[in-house]
């Protein structure tokens, strides 16, 4: 098929992201299951048509730009990822075209805009399980996530936290700070301590334990992570992470929760005592999601979806429609 994949590629701002964003991989995905896929990034393009590098100035040529691309390509399918810029304008267009659209959104909960345009799909999906979508598991990529940090000798960190200041997350900080005496890092807090692209999956490989910190309000959600954590397991790296509903499904006991702060102080005291564990328990997680979570199969998910290929669509182990 020719797809035309309509979502946020970091092509220009924030590059160092698109290393490991969901958009390239899902890309990546459909590739290699034997599809043309046009990757357009509609923010990055409605800010090039921007005088002032503003999205929302923007908007009216690149919208112009991308019915220009429908028309010379002529897909058979358009995925649109979160596509907050693209107006019901173009989506009317689309469809008088009939060409078939699916959503995806990689946060929750669906934000406003999202109920005025949601009935243009086919089928939506988001990185939780919820009554008004699939499950799209987060992805790793073999040529993305190559790190293997179970199989160090030495690490540069003990303890790695990775995520932006909060009042929620500032508790967490200040706990660690206050209670666990490792050599602990963190990255992310702060303007000067962000760090992207490569240097950030070198963190994450030079940690012993790395933090996969969810934010309260997700945690009564189906399934539903931070793709933080496929950086983590994905690279081999070992996690702690808060309640994941359901987790097992996929990770069966070898994820380790933490419920609060004193568990986690418990745990992670536990895991840099008991190195041999913590090996064992990485090096299965990063088997396991490079097998179930890879980007060809949850490009082939994509498409069985599509299809509605139920027979095919049962041998994923979220599936329960």
């Given at each position: 098929?020719?797809?035309i994949?309509c979502a946020?590629?970091n ?10 964003s969901?958009?390239v991989?899902?890309s990546i ?9 046009h990757?357009?990034?509609y ?6 048509f921007s ?15 991308f ?9 058979d399918l358009?995925i ?6 693209i107006?019901?304008?173009t989506?009317?267009?689309i469809?008088k ?5 699916i ?15 949601k ?6 999906l988001?990185?939780?399980?919820t009554?008004?979508s699939?499950f799209?598991p987060?992805?790793v990529?073999k040529?993305i ?5 179970f199989l160090n000798?030495?690490?540069a960190?003990d ?5 932006r ?12 700070k ?6 602990y890092r963190?990255?992310?807090?702060t303007k000067?301590?962000v ?6 999956f070198?963190?994450i490989?030079n940690?012993k334990?790395?933090?996969?910190h969810?934010?309260d ?13 496929m950086h983590?397991?994905?690279?081999g ?9 359901n987790?097992?499904d996929?990770f069966?006991?070898n994820l380790?929760?933490?419920s609060?702060l004193e ?6 005291e ?9 090996l064992?328990k ?12 890879n980007?060809k ?7 069985n979806?599509?299809k509605?290929?139920?027979k095919?669509?049962n ?7």
């Open positions: 098929m020719r797809i994949h946020p590629f092509i220009v701002t924030k590059t160092g992201g698109c290393l490991y969901n958009p991989k899902i995905g459909l590739v290699e299951n034997g599809h043309f896929v990757n357009f990034d923010r990055d393009i409605a800010r090039y005088v002032f590098k503003n999205k929302k100035n923007g908007t009216k040529k690149m919208i112009r730009h019915l220009q691309i429908i028309n010379d390509i002529n897909p358009i649109f990822g979160h596509a907050e810029l107006t019901k304008e989506f009317e267009y469809k075209k009939k060409i078939p659209m959503f995806w959104y990689n946060d929750l909960p669906f934000p406003k805009y999202f109920n005025e345009i009935h243009y799909f086919s089928h939506i988001a990185t939780a399980y009554n008004d699939y799209l987060n992805l990529h040529s996530e190559t790190n293997k940090s000798k030495i690490w960190n303890l790695l936290f990775s995520g200041y909060d009042k929620e997350r500032s508790k967490l900080i200040s706990f660690i206050n209670n666990i005496h490792c050599n963190f990255i992310g807090d000067k301590s760090i992207i692209g490569n240097d950030y070198q963190e490989t940690s334990i790395c933090l996969n969810n934010r309000f997700t945690l009564k959600y189906k399934w539903f992570t931070s793709d933080r954590l983590i397991l994905g690279n790296s070992f996690a702690l992470s808060t309640p994941i509903i987790g097992e996929f069966e006991n380790e929760y933490y609060s568990e986690l102080r418990y745990k992670i536990y895991f840099l005592e008991n190195s041999k564990k913590r064992e990485a090096k299965w997680l990063h088997a396991r999601v490079h097998k179930l979570f980007a199969r949850i490009g082939e998910y994509i498409i979806l599509y509605e290929d139920t095919k669509l041998a994923y182990e979220w599936w329960n429609d």
